[in-house]
């Protein structure tokens, strides 16, 4: 006699962030009950758009997002580090890429505006990686040449990356920016500890992973409070007004320099938060100011192995993440975040981030001939940082600089705790 086989259940699927556990008082039903087929719903007939009227952009692509990178430089042959300004050769920029002269540091790279995280990576590999005259027609065995050293400092000046955050279909207010800042005010130090890239400072190796935060924040980035962002410069949140080929932006200024895959792992947080706020829903951390300076201060010295604030309650900075993700994960999914990205939120979860591999890779050099350790560091970066920019891992990159990276193929992201929304 046969019987009829049971329906199978259907597969489920499991988000880039992890969900959690169903809760107690959750039931399911033994089998699937027979649901008779609904009818055909009738045809609904929409008047097409005028022809002047631009189509509407996904949510994400209203986001509007530009990223200015300082750097250092690395003299070859001799792999001497210094602050030697350093141009693509004419003619390779694209549309709305700058090359310009940065009078503190030497070279500053301006990308052009981005609305997509996939964008963010590839613009900003391929605009980084002009700078290396190397790798074009006409550079002769021996010539000298510069590749980027991108890190937070390493002499006695500071080097930096500034993000700038607009929205595509409305211009952005003063009023609309200190309501934007209002919303990424809390998350701040979490930015600070992902991108985090300074530990060396007057040439030797420190402890502090960022020594640009904690040396240069009150000259040059001064922690201010949402509702005095204004057009002042030196600020760490600032209102830059719209220029004739350029619109008005919420200014991030921050951050330490660092290589494409940390700055877009950070500016995906960034654009997590402004995506919620731009939806109209409130904001997930709220801090007093001298929670928020303690955690800044926090983040500067010991990177994602410190302790951030979240909503009064102190907490590993990877606890925080895992927060920041959950509370985001709606975001998250629909910004469509490519793997290379969700590996290095992994990594920061380990507690590893720019500063560590920095910090390591000098340590390394170091151990094997402290005399010449920096020459050592030099010739290593620069071999990693034209295998990274021409388009292979982070993972490639630290193997260049003789770094093992910690394993993340059992780190999970999101935690579903201490939800706002349920």
């Given at each position: 006699?046969l019987?009829?086989?049971?329906p199978?259940?259907?597969?489920r699927?499991r988000?880039?962030?992890?969900?959690?556990a169903?809760r107690?008082?959750?039931t399911?039903?033994?089998?699937?009950?027979?649901?008779?087929p609904l009818?055909?719903?009738e045809p609904?007939?929409?008047?097409l758009?005028?022809?002047d009227t631009?189509?509407?952009?996904p949510?994400?692509k209203?986001?509007?997002?530009?990223?200015e990178?300082?750097a250092?430089?690395?003299?070859?042959?001799?792999?001497?580090?210094?602050?030697?300004?350093s141009?693509?050769?004419?003619?390779v920029?694209e549309a709305?890429?700058r090359?310009t002269?940065d009078?503190?540091?030497?070279?500053?790279?301006n990308?052009r505006?981005?609305?997509?995280?996939?964008e963010a990576?590839?613009?900003?590999?391929?605009?980084?990686?002009?700078?290396l005259?190397?790798?074009y027609?006409?550079?002769?065995?021996?010539?000298?040449?510069?590749?980027?050293l991108?890190?937070?400092?390493?002499?006695?000046?500071?080097?930096?990356?500034?993000?700038?955050l607009?929205?595509?279909d409305?211009?952005l207010?003063?009023?609309?920016?200190?309501?934007?800042?209002?919303?990424?005010?809390?998350?701040?130090p979490?930015?600070i500890?992902?991108?985090?890239n300074?530990p060396?400072?007057?040439?030797?190796?420190?402890?502090?992973v960022?020594?640009?935060?904690?040396r240069g924040?009150?000259?040059y980035f001064?922690?201010?409070?949402?509702r005095?962002v204004?057009?002042r410069?030196?600020?760490?949140?600032?209102?830059?007004?719209?220029r004739?080929?350029?619109?008005?932006?919420?200014?991030?200024?921050?951050?330490?320099s660092?290589?494409?895959?940390?700055?877009v792992?950070?500016?995906?947080?960034?654009k997590?938060?402004t995506?919620?706020?731009r939806?109209?829903?409130?904001?997930v951390?709220?801090?007093k100011?001298?929670?928020?300076?303690?955690?800044r201060?926090?983040?500067?010295?010991?990177?994602?192995?410190?302790?951030?604030?979240?909503?009064?309650?102190w907490?590993?900075?990877?606890k925080?993440?895992?927060?920041f993700?959950?509370?985001?994960?709606a975001?998250?999914?629909?910004i469509d975040i490519?793997?290379d990205?969700?590996?290095v939120?992994r990594?920061?979860?380990?507690g590893?981030?720019?500063a560590r591999l920095i910090?390591?890779a000098?340590?390394?050099?170091?151990?094997?001939?402290?005399q010449?350790w920096?020459?050592?560091?030099?010739?290593?970066y620069?071999?990693g940082?034209?295998?990274?920019?021409?388009?292979?891992?982070?993972?490639?990159f630290?193997?260049?600089l003789n770094?093992?990276?910690?394993d993340?193929?059992q780190?999970?992201?999101?935690?579903?705790?201490?939800?706002?929304d349920e």
């Amino acid at each position: 006699m046969l019987t009829a086989a049971k329906p199978r259940r259907p597969a489920r699927t499991r988000s880039r962030v992890q969900r959690g556990a169903a809760r107690p008082d959750e039931t399911r039903p033994a089998s699937p009950t027979p649901v008779a087929p609904l009818p055909e719903p009738e045809p609904i007939v929409r008047s097409l758009p005028d022809a002047d009227t631009p189509p509407l952009l996904p949510m994400p692509k209203r986001i509007v997002i530009g990223v200015e990178i300082e750097a250092y430089s690395i003299q070859a042959p001799e792999f001497s580090i210094g602050r030697r300004h350093s141009r693509p050769r004419p003619g390779v920029s694209e549309a709305g890429e700058r090359y310009t002269r940065d009078t503190s540091i030497g070279s500053e790279y301006n990308s052009r505006p981005f609305g997509t995280i996939r964008e963010a990576v590839f613009l900003l590999k391929s605009g980084l990686r002009k700078y290396l005259r190397r790798i074009y027609r006409g550079h002769e065995e021996g010539d000298e040449w510069l590749a980027p050293l991108l890190v937070g400092g390493w002499t006695n000046r500071f080097a930096g990356t500034h993000l700038h955050l607009s929205l595509a279909d409305e211009e952005l207010t003063l009023e609309t920016a200190r309501s934007l800042a209002g919303h990424l005010h809390a998350h701040v130090p979490l930015m600070i500890a992902a991108c985090a890239n300074s530990p060396i400072w007057g040439s030797r190796i420190t402890a502090t992973v960022s020594n640009r935060l904690e040396r240069g924040s009150e000259a040059y980035f001064k922690a201010i409070s949402p509702r005095t962002v204004s057009a002042r410069d030196l600020q760490e949140m600032r209102y830059a007004p719209a220029r004739k080929r350029k619109p008005a932006t919420l200014e991030l200024r921050m951050l330490d320099s660092n290589i494409p895959e940390f700055v877009v792992a950070t500016l995906t947080l960034a654009k997590a938060v402004t995506l919620r706020w731009r939806r109209g829903r409130r904001a997930v951390n709220r801090l007093k100011q001298t929670d928020y300076l303690g955690a800044r201060h926090h983040a500067g010295r010991h990177g994602m192995r410190g302790q951030l604030c979240w909503r009064g309650e102190w907490i590993p900075a990877r606890k925080y993440l895992d927060r920041f993700l959950w509370e985001h994960r709606a975001e998250l999914e629909e910004i469509d975040i490519p793997d290379d990205v969700y590996d290095v939120l992994r990594l920061l979860k380990r507690g590893y981030n720019g500063a560590r591999l920095i910090h390591d890779a000098a340590r390394i050099a170091y151990r094997e001939h402290p005399q010449t350790w920096q020459r050592r560091f030099a010739r290593r970066y620069a071999a990693g940082i034209e295998l990274l920019l021409s388009g292979n891992s982070l993972r490639d990159f630290a193997a260049a600089l003789n770094v093992a990276l910690p394993d993340t193929d059992q780190t999970w992201l999101g935690r579903r705790t201490a939800s706002i929304d349920e």
